[in-house]
């Protein structure tokens, strides 16, 4: 080893190639990235033993008409071997879960909406996970299912592994205008629709419906004999139930009221337009003080009105939110060409304006529309925010990380050119952690067909890996100083002094990689494991070949002593023994 550094540090050339060749180990792996070759993510999926699958139908849908879809999905889900059992919460959500908290399960409780609960087998016991089964089984389901009823949405709702979010991509459209904003967040669906990559679209608004108001006709109830408040109370009791007397018992301590209501088929209306409630009101009769039986039709007025559909604000601000979930990929890159086809598919309406400067919300578009001239504020929300955020606090840890390393080596060597050797032994680890995800990425997709991503738990190894690269570099530096204080040759000290240090850092490498191991196998953290692993792997690479020819290439690395200065200028010892090493060794 020894031998091998000295003819490095004693020939220009080889010099030079040690250079290029980590200069271009970095360019290479760091392009990496914008190539998409190395895919970065905010945390993997993970493989869970449980799944939920949202069934929202028409907002005028019957509960009925969404049995009938999630009767489909549960049929399919049946023929499943790794599926234990089913929940079906029909016109409500399922107890609330960690997901069921942010994806809004709670506020379920409309005829059109529904949720099933899916329970697996352990993870452990199953080759497919969780994830894997998801992306196979929807669109089987949505092809089959979401036809039986119109505007019926399904969509699958795995366990979140990461950042409490309503959505991975979420879209919030804020307008004054109603009619346009409905409009924009339609034309946003669309396009997110064509985008590969995303499933699971769905714009959270009501949709538009006839709605029929009976109105009492006050002449003819009153020349009928009868009053409003029995025409009201009839109407009322036979499609909603009634309270019309209570029961006393003895073993019961209050009364027990008596309900009274239409049997469901009765009141069910058929065909299900103004006409089959005109047929439904002439059945419904009700006895004037001359005992006619008078048809109800004859007694009210069918009106019919548009519906009214809920209004979402957000920091007082009118908003339509359009969310979309990823398939097996990262949400970075399904958005930035989402919001790509939105620049050239928008422009044809609106005039579009991009958000100024690297914000939080920096990918955010601004419309304004070219006939109306309404506003439009299209918002980017969701874990992509959330990964915006974590990787910007990470970046700026690593930051301040770098300058505190920075200044304490200065404040220690007294010398800007040895920090920043230290820095570069620190900065150059990053070479490993972006080839080992490289790596690992094409030995899981060769095994199991999914890709493995660089997550904010891999810039934190990063982060982690900055302090043991510095220490590497910094007894390099220190030995090295200390043996061409003792007067020799500056080339032959850098070269004892990385030989002899050699297996510490090694040993320090092997442990590393060694506890790093079994981290690399989990779902979430295995990004950390990775950057461990290779990244330690690049550090010591790193410090036993390019730091010694950095030393070499300053005069920092002279001490200001007689002995150290004839080193440095080619005077000094040009060899050294074992027992001379052993003397040395020890003051440093």
Known sequence: MEELLYNILNSKKKKRIVILIVLAALMGSVMLLPTKIVKAKMLPGKSANT?????????????????????????????????????VYLGQGAPLDYAGLVKGSAMKRFQNQAEIVVNL???????????????????IIQKRCEPLVPHTNIKFVEMP????????????????NPALQRYTAERVASILKQTDGLVDVDIMQDDFYTHYNLVPNTDKIIRSGLSVEQVNNILYMAFKGFQVARKNSANQQDQIPIFVRLDDKTRTIYPDDKEGLSWKLASLRLMNPMGVMIPMKELVDIK?????????????RNMTTVTAECDLVSQ?????????????????????????????????????????GGKIHLQWDGEMKVSLDTFRDLGG?????????????????KSFA??????????LSIIGVIVGHWITDEVQYFFIDTHFFLTATSLIGFISLMGISARSSLLLIDFSRSLIKSGIEKKRAIAVATATRAKPILMTAVAIILGSALLATDPIFGGLGIA??????AATMVALFFIPVLMDNTKAICPETFAGAAACTGDGIDDIDDEELEEIGPTA
């Open 304 to 316: 019919e009105v548009p519906s009214n559909p809920t209004i979402y604000r957000k920091n007082l």
């Open 532 to 537: 461990l692993i290779f990244g330690s792997i």
């Open 418 to 427: 040895l920090s920043g050797i230290v820095l570069a032994g620190s900065f």
């Open 121 to 139: 087998t352990d993870k452990h016991h199953r080759k497919e996970p969780s994830y894997m089964m998801v992306h196979r089984i929807r669109p």
């Open 332 to 372: 970075v890159y399904p958005l930035l060409d989402a919001r790509d086809k939105m620049l050239k598919q928008l422009a044809d309406e609106f005039n579009i304006t991009k958000s100024p400067g690297m914000s939080t919300y920096m990918f955010d578009l601004y419309l304004t529309h070219k006939q109306t």
């Open 161 to 176: 592994s990461g950042p409490p979010t309503l959505a991975t991509i979420v879209v919030n459209v804020f307008g004054e």
């Open 51 to 87: 799944f939920s699958i949202y069934v929202d139908t028409a907002t005028n849908s019957s509960i009925k008409e969404t049995e009938k879809v999630t009767r489909c999905v549960v049929g399919i889900m049946q023929k499943e071997a790794a599926v234990t059992d089913m929940e």
């Open 397 to 413: 840890a690593f930051i301040a990380a770098l300058i505190l390393m920075f200044l304490l080596m200065v404040v220690y060597y």
